[in-house]
């Protein structure tokens, strides 16, 4: 996503869709997201969802989201 003043909030929507997508529809146990690592704004934004770093390598950021066992 790129910002755009009059999409605001849209990251978010977009963001917890996916995640719901991914964990409920695909039935995956894990998300994986890249990230540059001067997006700031963005890796906030993946750690409010519960989006860990795992590897940073060179300019790039390497995030993960485990499915939450019940």
């Known amino acids: ?3 755009n ?3 605001k909030g849209v990251g978010k929507k977009l963001l917890k ?3 719901d997508y991914g964990f409920n ?3 995956l146990n894990k998300l994986i ?3 540059f690592e001067n997006n700031k704004r ?3 934004l993946y750690k409010a969802f ?3 770093t795992i590897q940073k390598k060179q300019n790039l950021v390497k995030m993960e989201l485990r499915q939450q066992c019940n």
């Open 5 to 7: 003043p009059k999409l």
């Open 33 to 35: 997201l890249f990230v």
């Open 17 to 19: 869709t996916l995640i």
């Open 25 to 27: 529809q695909l039935r």
């Open 50 to 52: 519960g989006f860990k």
């Open 1 to 3: 996503l790129y910002k």
């Open 42 to 44: 963005a890796i906030l």
